[in-house]
């Protein structure tokens, strides 16, 4: 009998074991970009030569601040979206700033990467989509295609409108970016936010460092003619608060 009894433990063991790795779904080590209310990051912008040596710096810091979250339906999930505002030094989201105010960005995240969702304006959503703009994990050369999310932190000054579409490729998944806080090894992903082919075209480099977020931006332009590009514009992270 007690034979029978160790036996039947064992076997329910396994039987435990067996349904447990089943169930369980592979996730990524860390999430790309953290995602939690009152989470958020600024950063020191510095205007560039155009062989990217530094020309001077912008008077103020600004950044990008989660505020707030909104449920969405998304092929039918039940999808927690999160409100990415571009705020200032005293950590404001823009929603409450006559004349500037251009409402949230709305993204999630699952194993697959980071999703930009929607757009919204005084708690109305305006725009909804379903973009996986920042794939994670992911290798170098990879692109996809969605809508523009934010490329400056200062908010969208070329009014780029939330219809456009653009591609966004990763284009290093080990670049070293130096801030004041550190060195950090990034993917680095590309988009372009104004193609006027044949004369030029403006690009953006988010520099992210997984678990932390975008830890830096660059800004240049391409000339199609001269084959040449001319920096523009560098985003460097000197603080940030995450949870």
């Not at 600004?62 to 092929?75: A, E, K, P, R």
């Not at 404001?92 to 999703?115: A, H, I, M, T």
């Amino acid at each position: 009998m007690k034979n029978i009894t160790i036996l039947s433990f064992v076997l329910v063991t396994l039987i435990m074991i067996g349904c447990k790795d089943n169930s369980v779904e592979p996730q990524p080590a860390e999430t790309l970009i953290p995602l939690s209310i009152g989470n958020y990051w600024l950063y020191q912008g510095y205007y560039l030569n155009d062989d990217g040596s530094v020309n001077f710096p912008q008077d103020h810091k600004y950044g990008f601040i989660i505020d707030d979250t909104v449920l969405q339906i998304i092929n039918e999930d039940r999808i927690v979206n999160y409100k990415f505002f571009n705020c200032g030094e005293e950590l404001k989201p823009y929603y409450d700033k006559p004349g500037s105010f251009e409402g949230s960005k709305l993204v999630y995240q699952n194993r697959f990467g980071l999703y930009y969702s929607g757009t919204e304006k005084y708690d109305t959503i305006k725009m909804t989509f379903n973009d996986l703009i920042f794939p994670y994990p992911v290798e170098k050369g990879k692109s996809v295609n969605g809508h523009m999310f934010y490329y400056s932190t200062l908010g969208n000054n070329a009014n780029v409108p939330d219809e456009i579409i653009t591609q966004y490729t990763c284009v290093s998944t080990d670049s070293l970016f130096t801030t004041p806080l550190g060195d950090f090894r990034c993917i680095v992903f590309k988009i372009a936010y104004a193609d006027f082919e044949p004369l030029y075209r403006d690009e953006v480099y988010y520099f992210i460092k997984p678990g932390i977020g975008i830890v830096g931006m660059v800004e240049m332009t391409y000339h199609y003619r001269s084959n040449k590009y001319n920096y523009f514009l560098k985003n460097v992270l000197t603080d940030y608060k995450i949870k």
